[in-house]
């Protein structure tokens, strides 16, 4: 097996769900009843064999070092290798204006020195919020066997003029990309969408980076990708299964809806040898309580239920009263839900609580959001 | 160099655990399932360390493949120390002899050189397969109050069912005078819960002296209690107060399990001052569908419910399909329960699938008793297996063979 370093992003598209990260990263975003999107990515490095792993950062990344620890509930706690985060670079002498990177190019230039003390032959990149089990093998194999400079994975999606956030990547009939650029308002149909997962040589990487810096480029796509279409030899590589990415509120709540249904959760937890692995936190069992009633849910442990729960997504250590009625909702961790209370497409964050008998509804494209530590 | 450590924990977990019947074949009583998704080592480890215990030896003997690996580096509970930690301590060959741990007392005196290396002041002694929580360095301290040689933890039990237990008769002032294991005639009902703590130098005298000794059968209940009240120590009882429970019954595992149910359970998981920690399997959270009827249970990661549930423990990765009804049972890892299935009172061991339409166990007003399952059968479509049996492959084919002769 080809020898392997993983880079995460992890604050890349925070801009998307600021509700979210107000407080914390992309990366350390909950999703799914007990997971952090970062989740998804590492387990997937960590399942392709890959055990050593640098992570990104930029700001408000207290909330990524607490789930991340040591690295151990991935296996990542390693002598040699294993998980590291790579805290902004910024020198003493650094101006207000450059002090921070900005996009996905600054910030590996920040880590030039991950990357050249890194023994591994190829370096992977990924975004932290890609939500999907995908066996990077794959992608590496078909990268070295192509000879490509650069592979990128991309998905065939269905894109409609109001679709924002995507680059669009069109190849040739071997694959090699002709065209990246940003969605535009004005293409509708199927395209091969940019998952933010690419591979190449480590010191592919360093000369590009240097180049970069050189000519004070600062975009991955445009300029290094875009610049040397005709020059270098750009690949695609096609994931076909279950794919998320997270670019508004509306499409987080639809993500978590998505696992409601048993075909989404199977491509994302169901597949063979290749778990998702999460930060322990040795919750209890959940426990229904006499007159529970719970339909169509997914729950996470340490829950306690009296009411009724449908069409909703439970983190760990939710309370929900009795009598209380919730539908359509997320429910993030150790929220407190008194009795009488009626909740519908309602999104809460950590530590909410929501006092007897409220009734609080958002609609389906528009979730009603409650902050973390919030009384309602 | 090892540093001095004040305290240390010796485990015993060594035990068959012959009682648990089929739940016991591959693995050693400690290592069996519990509540959704503990099993019954996991409360006396997170004992352990909650009470700011974090070197323990755990002596295995009997199937200790499937204990060895859930303990692994101790990791889960915090155990992965530089200093300390948990050490599986298996009996072991020698220069001069090879030995089995012939008795408890035995087994911790093949393992005092381990001891050694933490020069302790004070080595509890604790069995691995009771329930309870229990803050033990609250007990060294009173053991270092009384300025005791030996202290037992012992638990007020009924005085009608104080001649099953091993009960300690003291003083006013807790002093014990006096050990009867299962009594015909108990004088009190302070019931031994199997928790001992020891000073050091005693346990290494009446150790050495119990090796010595070749009338003995090497057990702490039977001989070191004993010879330390001949020998004029001072031993105390330590009155415990809380949930204890001694799962070595089928019928008393099934009660524990039990205990968790309900809005007041008698043992309450769900304390985040005292947790109970356990190795996890990477289980997706747990999914009811439509029509999923579940009531009074405990549920955990993995599972997937369109069925109903009902006062029932189910552990990780446990299917109930359309239609199946769960009720008053114990249903562990990865058992699939088809369409239409029926499981009542039973305890059903990891892996075995439940075929559509079949009737598994009798209703616990029945009388007949709980259906014991064992692990990694496949119970084909519409069998019908009663009450109160214990059930194995063997089982299984001749209940189809005498079927096919009829």
């Known amino acids: 097996m080809a020898s392997v370093v993983g880079i995460i992003f992890s604050n890349i598209h925070d801009h998307n769900v600021s509700e979210l990260t107000r407080r914390r990263t992309m990366a350390s975003v909950p999703f799914g009843c007990r997971y952090r999107l970062i989740d998804f990515t590492l387990s997937n490095v960590v399942n392709s064999g890959i055990t050593h792993v640098g992570v990104v950062t930029h700001y408000n990344y207290q909330s990524l070092m607490d789930h991340i620890g040591t690295g151990k509930d991935w296996d990542l706690a390693r002598r040699s290798g294993g998980i590291k985060i790579l805290p902004p670079y910024i020198t003493a002498f650094a101006n207000a204006q450059n002090s921070l990177y900005n996009t996905r190019l600054e910030a590996v230039k920040s880590m030039l020195e991950f990357v050249s003390c890194c023994t591994e032959e190829y370096v992977l990149l990924s975004d932290c919020d890609v939500v999907c089990n995908i066996d990077f093998n794959e992608l590496i194999n078909a990268h070295i066997s192509s000879g490509a400079d650069i592979t990128m994975a991309v998905k065939r999606m269905y894109i409609t003029p109001d679709v924002k956030n995507y680059e669009v990547v069109e190849s040739d009939a071997d694959g090699r990309i002709t065209d990246v650029s940003e969605c535009n308002g004005i293409v509708s149909g199927y395209c091969d969408v940019n998952l933010n997962i690419m591979v190449m040589r480590r010191k592919y990487l360093e000369n590009v980076i240097l180049d970069a810096s050189a000519h004070g480029y600062s975009s991955f796509t445009k300029d290094v990708i875009g610049r040397n279409l005709e020059t270098s030899d750009f690949r695609v590589y096609r994931y076909d299964s279950y794919f998320a990415s997270i670019n508004s509120l509306t499409d987080y709540y639809m993500c978590n809806m998505d696992l409601l249904s048993s075909s989404a959760r199977d491509s994302l937890f169901n597949v063979k040898n290749r778990p998702i692995y999460t930060k322990i936190r040795n919750s209890s069992p959940t426990v229904y309580e006499e007159g529970s009633n719970v339909r169509n849910s997914l729950i996470a442990d340490g829950c306690i239920i009296h009411g009724t729960v449908e069409n909703s997504i439970l983190f760990r250590g939710v309370k929900v009263g009795k009598n209380t009625v919730i539908k359509n909702s997320i429910i993030m961790q150790d929220t407190l839900i008194g009795e009488n209370a009626s909740l519908n497409c309602v999104i809460t964050d950590k530590d909410v609580v929501i006092r007897d008998g409220r009734v609080l509804s958002g609609h389906e494209t528009r979730p009603f959001f409650i902050d973390k530590l919030t009384v309602v | ?406």
């Open chain 2, 1 to 406: 160099m090892i540093k001095k450590k004040e305290c240390v924990a010796m485990l015993l977990a060594g035990g068959q655990g012959s009682r648990l019947y089929l739940l016991t074949q591959r693995v050693a009583k400690p290592a069996v399932s519990f509540g959704s998704k503990y099993r019954i080592i996991d409360f006396t480890l997170s004992n352990c360390i909650n009470s700011g215990i974090d070197t323990v030896g755990v002596l295995t003997q009997y199937q200790p493949l499937a204990l060895n690996e859930y303990i692994g580096n101790g990791q889960p509970w915090d155990m992965d120390r530089t200093f300390g930690g948990v050490t599986v301590l298996p009996p072991y060959q020698g220069q001069k002899r090879a030995d089995w741990y012939k008795g408890t007392a035995n087994a911790i005196y093949q393992n005092l050189h381990f001891l050694d290396k933490y020069d302790p002041d004070y080595v509890v002694v604790l069995s691995g397969d009771h329930i309870y929580k229990m803050d033990y360095s609250a007990m060294v301290d009173y053991h270092k109050r009384m300025g005791a040689a030996c202290t037992i933890a012992v638990i007020d039990v009924p005085l009608s069912e104080a001649s099953r237990f091993g009960i300690m008769n003291t003083t006013d002032d807790f002093r014990v005078y006096e050990f009867e294991e299962k009594p015909k005639n108990p004088k009190s009902t302070k019931a031994s819960m199997g928790v001992y703590v020891f000073s050091k130098e005693k346990l290494y005298e009446y150790l050495i002296a119990d090796e010595a000794d070749e009338t003995s059968d090497k057990d702490f209940g039977k001989n070191v209690i004993p010879a330390m009240l001949a020998g004029g120590e001072k031993l105390y009882a330590y009155p415990f107060k809380g949930y204890w429970k001694d799962v070595g019954t089928i019928d008393s595992l099934w009660e524990a399990n039990m205990d968790l149910l309900g809005d007041r359970p008698s043992l309450n998981l769900n304390n985040p001052s005292w947790r109970i920690f356990s190795r996890h399997a990477s289980n997706p959270p747990h999914f009811l569908g439509y029509g999923a009827t579940v009531e009074n249970s405990l549920i955990t990661g993995g599972c997937e419910i369109y069925g109903t549930v009902i006062n029932s423990v189910l552990s990780g990765g446990v299917k109930v399909a359309k239609g199946a009804v769960v009720k008053d049972s114990i249903i562990m890892r990865d058992c699939v329960i088809s369409e239409n299935a029926q499981v009542e009172y039973s305890i059903m061991d990891s892996d075995t699938t439940v075929g559509v339409n079949a009737k598994v166990g009798e209703s616990k007003e029945s009388g007949n008793g709980i259906a014991l399952i064992g692990s990694g059968l496949d119970i084909k479509a519409g069998t019908v297996i009663p009450g109160g049996v214990r059930a194995d492959s063997a089982y299984l084919d001749e209940l189809l063979n005498g079927k096919e002769g009829k």
